[in-house]
């Protein structure tokens, strides 16, 4: 399925679709992945991550009112942000029209943030709402987690997903988290400091559309939403507004380097009913290799 590209910015972007703007764009999509800067002091080449508060807030009210208009009735947003922020999270898109149906908690697989006088922090929250109170999709996914020392007997059809996502590992600079986060091939450094797992986009793509769906992500990145869409057969709309991003996105998608950090989605959900509907690379379930091997121990910056 085809990935469009538009180097813009998103809240221009989401001002000006129209049939007479952007003619071949779809005006209306399925599902959005909102994922935008944190406001937190990070170096990007496009962005002034240390906006007032006000003003960086009033900015992603902005992008979620804007959303409204260009989804169907009952699509799906998730929105994903830092764990002390999701008051300010559930009160954008509550306030913009959206309807909250879930706080995911992704728990992270490295050591919690410590903190002087609070809980160490281990996860990330993501907001997924509805346009409406029901969803258009909700494909309820099965995964088969592995077994804990207070269960006795391995289940034989896994269990429904829930809300605590704890078996898809970040990607962060500090350990090793596997060869997927992408980097400049002479410094060895990522290319882009807030990169998401393939798998995590994957989870809510299978959840919320169908094949042939429309998702949109309007802070792409690398373009991991375009890039997991396409995998799954879905169409996407990505934008961002720093060209280097983009000219990485277009090579992730010519040179598909991202094809083996996706395979074995369909043993990961082998257990779901009607899997092929919504996955139609799902084919014999064969455990792939990925999932039989240790992860090897390095050091990145």
């Known amino acids: 399925m085809p990935i469009k590209i538009f180097l813009d910015d998103c ?12 003619p071949t764009t779809p005006q209306k ?13 990070k170096e990007y080449n496009s962005h002034d991550d240390n906006m007032d508060d006000t003003e960086y807030w009033s900015w992603i009210w902005r992008v979620c009112a804007r959303l409204t208009g260009k989804t169907v009735p009952g699509g ?6 830092r764990e002390k922020n999701l008051a300010k999270i559930m009160q954008a898109v509550e306030s913009t029209g959206w309807t ?3 706080v995911i908690m992704w728990k992270k697989k490295s050591s919690a943030v410590p903190g002087a006088f609070r809980y160490g922090k281990s996860y990330q929250p993501i ?16 995964i088969d987690p592995p077994l804990l020392v207070t269960e006795a007997y391995k289940r034989k059809n896994g269990v429904y997903l829930t ?30 400091k807030q990169q998401s797992p393939l798998r995590l986009l994957a989870r809510m793509i299978l959840t919320s559309t169908m094949p042939g769906d429309i998702v949109f992500d309007p802070f ?11 995998w ?5 709309i990505v934008v961002e507004k720093d060209m280097a991003n983009t000219d990485v996105i277009s090579d992730r998608i010519m040179s598909q380097c991202d094809d083996k950090h996706l395979s074995g989605l369909d043993y990961e959900y082998r257990y779901t009913e009607y899997l092929k509907d919504i996955y139609p690379k799902a084919n014999n379930m064969v455990q792939p290799q990925k999932y039989q091997r240790a992860f090897e121990m390095r050091t990145f910056e």
């Open 220 to 230: 792409a990145g690398t373009g991991t939403t375009g890039i997991a869409a396409e």
């Open 163 to 192: 809300d605590i996502w704890d078996d898809i590992r970040e990607m962060t600079s500090g350990f090793y988290a596997g060869e997927e986060a992408i980097r400049d091939p002479k410094t060895k450094k990522r290319v882009h």
């Open 29 to 41: 999509w399925h599902m959005t992945f909102l994922d935008p800067p944190f406001n937190q002091g």
């Open 100 to 102: 909250i149906q879930n």
């Open 76 to 81: 799906a947003l998730y929105f994903m942000h």
């Open 11 to 22: 809240v221009h972007f989401l001002d000006v679709l129209s049939p007479s703007t952007v």
């Open 127 to 142: 907001v997924y709402a509805t346009l409406g109170d029901k969803p258009r999709t909700f494909n309820k996914l099965r």
């Open 232 to 236: 799954l057969d879905r169409q996407s």
